[in-house]
């Protein structure tokens, strides 16, 4: 059963019922298949039927087909009463004053070393917005303390839940996993947005546009969330992934969590060159690097 799926019950007393964290489900762990054990040539099964030769060919296990993901229209939601701003802050109010023609850039300065992610402002606006709003102290939250504030969301705060092989999870000010800014926004689901590598930037939610300013970065592939949480960035190097993703951990929260020092947003001088052009003269080709195979959960 999912958390956001969880009702609270108390007998004979009327609590009022906490939201669960907005914390992303892992894959669900498979059973193992038993290894086939060959029999001999001519040999007859307990079933009577003519069992395969221990010669025969061994058939390649079919390639899953990857579930079509198409563009979901996006929601309105509805404004916190309290929300200074009502819920309206677009993309220019976010960038307001930023340099440069080239992608939108953010740079999370962590103790585990500086994860630099390409943010996806054509694909997810509301949520870039959002998230750079946040990160540059120009779009006012809610803190723990109750207080409506315009200053930087992000600085400060740690990667609180840690699952190796599907990913880290971060950028609540209360640490504690149910920390949210005092609005929702609501989901941006692209055509083809696919969970399919490490360093994916996602934000986490409770479920059907309830995001706030909780995100996560992916460690692996999780084919599972498609469809139900924002994809708008991809983040790099997958050094300091790695080292975050690494850290020690009891169940799924880190005993000591990694810090988040600072989120600096910038825009590139130019525009990113086109994909798959060609290298400049005498500039070596870098080679691809294999994905990563997630643990199961």
Request: glycine share 10%; proline share 13%; hydrophobic share 40%.
């Amino acid at each position: 059963m999912n958390r956001s799926h969880f009702a609270c019950f108390f007998p004979l007393l009327l609590v009022a019922c906490e939201e669960p964290p907005p914390e992303p489900e892992p894959p669900a762990r498979a059973a193992p298949k038993p290894a086939a054990t060959p029999v001999a040539s001519g040999a007859i099964d307990l079933g009577g039927r003519a069992a395969a030769t221990a010669t025969a060919a061994v058939r390649p296990a079919p390639i899953p087909s990857v579930r079509k993901i198409s563009a979901k229209p996006v929601a309105e939601v509805k404004p916190s009463e309290d929300d200074p701003l009502k819920g309206k802050f677009t993309l220019a109010d976010a960038t307001g004053g930023l340099t440069g023609k080239g992608p939108l850039v953010a740079e999370i300065k962590t103790d585990k070393g500086t994860l630099s992610c390409t943010l996806f402002e054509d694909k997810a606006p509301i949520t870039v917005a959002n998230f750079v709003g946040l990160a540059r102290g120009l779009r006012p939250w809610k803190t723990p303390a109750g207080k409506w504030e315009k200053k930087p969301g992000y600085d400060g705060t740690t990667f609180h839940r840690v699952v190796k092989g599907f990913m880290i999870q971060g950028g609540d000010p209360a640490g504690s996993g149910a920390g949210e800014p005092g609005y929702v926004i609501p989901d941006e689901v692209w055509e083809d947005a696919h969970h399919d590598q490490r360093g994916l930037l996602c934000m986490a939610n409770r479920g059907p546009n309830t995001n706030g300013m909780q995100f996560f970065v992916m460690d692996g592939v999780a084919a599972h969330l498609d469809g139900g949480y924002t994809i708008f960035g991809k983040c790099e190097p997958e050094s300091v992934i790695e080292a975050l993703a690494t850290v020690p951990v009891q169940g799924e929260r880190a005993v000591t969590p990694p810090k988040i020092q600072k989120v600096t947003v910038k825009r590139l001088a130019k525009p990113a060159a086109p994909t798959g052009a060609p290298s400049a003269p005498g500039a070596p080709s870098a080679a691809p690097r294999p994905a990563p195979a997630p643990s199961a959960k």
